[in-house]
Each structure stands twice: as structure tokens, then as C-alpha cells.
């Protein structure tokens, strides 16, 4: 949710996110070709941030359309946890997380890592860890990091890399994957 005072101007930057927003969830939805739906059928998600505890559990689109309302609580949940800074995701990368969820069987929400990263969180941590590239899709909200309870990382790998629908990475020690709405590629760290 965009908090504005009445005291205060939309800087350029925050107008911008608010058109992006609007044209993202009004946008022609992300189809896996294997997954698509009936124009009436419902996608819902249910996930968790790791690090604030906040969840998201609902119908985010319906046939062919995103829900705006969905996608500003989505994109609240999946902010930089550590600047507070919210960002409009991809619905790509949601539906690209939906269809793994679904493939798993799992009824436990998938655990978000890592959701929306601003430019200075991703710097920090890339000069802290390795393995965060310099212009990561997280800075764009198009990519998310996941785990789902209960289910061996390298099945969620095996089922990301099945989809070939963006980047998949794997991180086996630190227990999660890295998928993305990018060009198909994997890596593993």
C-alpha cells in the first residue's frame, strides 16, 4: 500500500511505480502452457515471508486478469524487508511460483526468502555474500527466492526447470530456489 501524506509530493520515482503497478496488474497474464486455465478458473496462492511473518493466502487472478487489490497486498508482503520499500511484482514470477506450489502437493505455504530487493539491499548483499548478481531480477520484482516445507529443494528445482519458464537457480547449502521471470538459464551455487 502507498502511504502519501498531504503534505508531501510524489517524486518522480514513486509516480512511475504507480503507473508500473497499474499496468502489471492490469496486464495479459503469464500462461504456462501446460497450466492454462478455463478464462473463468481462479489461481490462488497462499505463501509466507520468512523474515516478517506476514502471509498471503487468496485468489490473486481470475482467468486472464490479475486483481489489483491482490497484487498491492502480494507486492506489501514481498517488499525489502529491510528498507520497508515496496514494489510492484511481476505477476509472472507469482504464477511461476502457483504452478510449483501446486506441483509439490503441498498444502504448507511456500516460505519467501527473498522477494523485492531495492538497489542498496542488493549492493550490501553482494558485497557481503556471493552468489547476488549486480543487476538482480529481484530489484525489478521479477524474481523470487522459495522454499515449500516438507519438500527437498532439489524437487522444487526439478519442477522449475521443468516449466522453462525464466531462470531457475539452486542453492543446495542455503536451502532455497531462485526462480525469475528472465530468459531460461539455470545455475547452481
Known sequence: MIDIKADSLLDRREILKMGLCGFVATATPF???????????????????AHTG????????VGNK????????????????????VFPMDPRV???????HKK????????????????????NLRGATSGVAKNSFHMY????????????????????????AGGVGYYPKSGFVHVDTGNVR????
Not at 145 to 163: E, N, W
Open 104 to 123: 509439490t502437493g503441498m498444502s504448507t505455504p511456500v516460505n519467501i526468502l527473498s522477494g523485492y530487493r531495492s538497489p542498496k539491499t542488493n549492493a
Open 186 to 189: 539455470s545455475w547452481s551455487m
Open 66 to 85: 490479475y486483481l489489483p487489490d491482490a497484487f498491492e497486498r502480494i507486492s506489501y508482503v514481498l517488499r525489502d524487508f529491510r528498507t520497508g520499500e
Open 141 to 164: 520484482g521479477q524474481a523470487l527466492d522459495i522454499r515449500v516445507p516438507g519438500y527437498k529443494t532439489s524437487g522444487i528445482r526439478k519442477i522449475a526447470m521443468g516449466l522453462k
Open 54 to 61: 506476514e502471509s498471503f493466502n487468496g485468489v490473486y487472478r
Open 94 to 100: 507469482v504464477d511461476i511460483m502457483t504452478v510449483i
Open 31 to 49: 500462461l504456462l502452457s501446460t497450466e492454462a486455465k478455463a478464462s473463468s478458473s481462479t489461481w490462488r496462492t497462499s505463501f509466507r515471508n
